[in-house]
């Protein structure tokens, strides 16, 4: 039961931390594409964790929210 508990809890923020990167990218008008070229990342890899669907390192998060001109910390606050 704690198991799913923590599954549930990890989904909900990696969803949370998707959208948040989808919205900021969105402001600053910058394609999935640009993104990923300027993180040094895949663009379909950008896709899933905008959609939840990878739960991606700090490290990657840290790239993205230097792309996107932000603090890191600013990625977390849902």
């Given at each position: 039961m704690k198991e799913t508990v923590n599954m549930v809890?990890?989904?909900?923020?990696?969803?949370?931390?998707?959208?948040?990167?989808?919205?900021?990218?969105?402001?600053?008008?910058l394609s999935q594409e640009k993104l990923a070229l300027e993180a040094g990342l895949n663009r379909a890899y950008i896709g899933y964790i905008e959609?939840?669907?990878?739960n991606p390192s700090i490290q990657v998060v840290a790239k993205i929210a230097k792309v996107l001109k932000i603090k890191l910390y600013e990625l977390f606050r849902f």
């Open positions: 809890a990890q989904v909900n923020v990696s969803k949370e931390l998707g959208k948040k990167i989808q919205k900021i990218r969105k402001e600053k008008d959609r939840g669907e990878r």
